[in-house]
């Protein structure tokens, strides 16, 4: 049925996004340093960019609102 072509279609991109970001991904150590780091500080940052990925997404949570950036992921995962 075409339903479930469309919902197996839509599994499939972001299965693809993920092993993408699993391509770029850092590792375990390059994680738990600034984790670390976070944790034993006096006063630690309230939240704390692990890897390329979490620093673009900060930045574009702080500039682009919600809906519009729930789009532009839609819109990477052919969600539209």
């Given amino acids: 049925d075409s339903a479930q072509r ?5 599994i499939g991109a972001f299965a693809a996004k993920v092993d993408e970001a ?6 375990a ?5 600034p984790v ?4 034993e500080a006096r ?7 692990v890897g ?3 620093r673009r997404n900060l930045f574009l949570r702080r500039w682009i609102s ?5 789009r ?9």
């Fill in 6 to 10: 469309e919902y197996a279609r839509l």
């Fill in 22 to 27: 699993a391509a770029r991904g850092i590792s």
């Fill in 29 to 33: 150590a390059e994680c738990a340093a």
């Fill in 36 to 39: 670390i780091e976070a944790l």
């Fill in 43 to 49: 006063k630690p940052r309230l939240r704390v960019p």
């Fill in 52 to 54: 390329p990925d979490a």
């Fill in 66 to 70: 919600d809906r519009r950036l729930d």
């Fill in 72 to 80: 532009i992921v839609s819109g990477s995962l052919g969600w539209r």
